[in-house]
Nanobody, 120 residues
Framework: VQLQASGGGLVQAGGSLRLSCAAS????????MGWYRQAPGKQRELVAG???????DYADSVKGRFTISRDNRKNTVDLQMNSLKPDDTALYYC???????????????WGQGTLVTVSS
């Protein structure tokens, strides 16, 4: 299973960015898809997640500003980020919890980080 993330960049405070992540390879099913972030000197934290049933969860710091969505046919997950703040600056990682083959245990897969920088 491979994850390819894209969409990071530099934006001014108040601006918007959209992150996208595509999962490929041998995938039987995906339970959870999410975005984590890690700022310098801080622990990695869950930003937003979405289950296969479409149930979403957000960090308190991004509620009302970020929206996560997934396309189960394409195995993609997007994160629309609006009203960005300098505190949102971090390396953002795509994550899925999935089975590569029927009957497999769930595996935890990570994409490469994509950098989001918000200037004040």
């Amino acid at each position: 299973v491979q994850l390819q993330a894209s969409g990071g960049g530099l934006v001014q405070a108040g601006g918007s960015l959209r992150l996208s992540c595509a999962a490929s390879g041998s995938i039987f099913s995906i339970d959870f898809m999410g975005w984590y972030r890690q700022a310098p000197g801080k622990q990695r934290e869950l930003v937003a997640g979405i289950t296969s049933d479409g149930i979403t969860d957000y960090a308190d710091s991004v509620k009302g500003r970020f929206t996560i969505s997934r396309d189960n046919r394409k195995n993609t997950v997007d994160l629309q980020m609006n009203s960005l703040k300098p505190d949102d600056t971090a390396l953002y990682y795509c994550n899925i919890v999935a089975r590569a083959h029927e009957g497999d245990y769930l595996g935890n897969y990570w994409g490469q980080g994509t950098l989001v920088t918000v200037s004040s």
